[in-house]
C-alpha cells in the first residue's frame, strides 16, 4: 500500500502510556529515498519540546482515528537526546539517538535499512563504534522544505512538487507527487523516486528523467483513492521501464 505521507500531518503520535504530541514534518534521505524521522511537536507534558521518531519505533496508522502508535512509554521520550531546534540533524545525533534506543544504523548497509528491507529488523542491533560526527547529514532532507520545489523534465518545468508516496511498512518513497499547473493538461502527476537524476538545494529544483510529452501521455494519476498496482503496471508499460517490485 502507498499513501501520502502529508496525509500523516497532524496526527495524534499515541505513546504505550499515553499521548506524545502531533506530528508536524518528515525527515528523508535522497539516497535511499526513504524515511528516517517524523518530526513532532511534544504536548505539554514535554512543553512543546520537538521530538523526532524513528520509523522502527511506529506501528501502523489509524486513519479513521487520526492516530499513529508509537512503540515507546513517554520516559523513553523524555530522557532520549532532543535535536538542535535551528539545525540540522548531524550524523553525531544520530549516533546518540539510534544507541539511546538500542537500534541498529540504517546507514550500515546497502539496504533501505542497513541490511533489510524494513525498519522493525533495526531493533536491538550491535553497532559497531565509530568516529562521531559533527556536521549535518547533507543528505538528509525535510519534506516540508522540498515541497514546492521546481520539477525539470526534459529540461523545461513540468510543475512543482506536491506531496511523496510512501509505501507502508518499509517508509520508502516511490514517487514524488507533482503539481503541473498550466504546465500539462493533467492536474497531477507522479514520478518515480529512482528517476530523479538531480536535486538542486541552492536552486530548489528537481531533476528528472523523463520528458514532459511522456508524463503529458502516462496513465492519469488518480486524485482520490489509493494508487492501486494495476495503475502502477499501466504506468510502468506506458513509459517502458521496469517496476520497482520483482517480477514474479
Known amino acids: 500500500m502507498l499513501f501520502n505521507v502529508n496525509d500523516l500531518k497532524g496526527f495524534e503520535l499515541r505513546a504505550s502510556d499515553g499521548e506524545i504530541g502531533k506530528t508536524i514534518d518528515f525527515l528523508f534521505d535522497d539516497e535511499q529515498w526513504a524515511i528516517r524521522y517524523m518530526d513532532a511537536r511534544a504536548g ?13 519505533s511506529l506501528g501502523s496508522p489509524d486513519w479513521e482515528a487520526e492516530q499513529l502508535p508509537v512503540h515507546l512509554t513517554r520516559e523513553q521520550i523524555r530522557n532520549c537526546p532532543s535535536p538542535a531546534t535551528d539545525q540540522p540533524v548531524s550524523r553525531r545525533f544520530e549516533q546518540r539517538f539510534f544507541s539511546y534506543y538500542g537500534y541498529g ?33 547533507e543528505h ?58 538531480d536535486i538542486s538545494w541552492a536552486d530548489h529544483r528537481v531533476d528528472v528523467g523523463v520528458s514532459g510529452e511522456q508524463l503529458e501521455t502516462a496513465p492519469v494519476y488518480p486524485d482520490e483513492g489509493p ?22
Open 44 to 56: 505539554n507534558w514535554l512543553t512543546g519540546q520537538r521530538v523526532l521518531i524513528s520509523p522502527i
Open 140 to 197: 538528509l532532507r525535510s519534506v516540508d522544505e522540498v515541497v514546492g520545489y521546481n520539477v525539470i523534465a526534459g529540461g523545461e518545468k513540468t510543475g512543482e512538487v506536491d506531496g511523496f508516496l510512501v509505501e507502508d511498512g518499509t517508509w520508502k518513497i516511490r514517487y514524488i507527487v507533482v503539481d503541473t499547473g498550466r504546465w500539462l493538461s493533467h492536474h497531477r502527476v507522479v514520478i518515480p523516486s529512482h528517476w530523479i537524476t
Open 227 to 248: 494508487v492501486t498496482r494495476d495503475y502502477e503496471e499501466k504506468y510502468f508499460s506506458h513509459f517502458g521501464r521496469a517496476p520497482y517490485w520483482p517480477k514474479q
Open 105 to 137: 544504523y540504517y546507514w550500515m548497509g546497502d539496504q533501505i535499512w542497513g541490511a533489510g528491507m524494513y525498519p522493525a529488523e533495526l531493533e536491538n542491533v550491535a553497532n559497531e563504534l565509530g568516529a562521531e560526527e559533527d556536521k549535518g547529514d
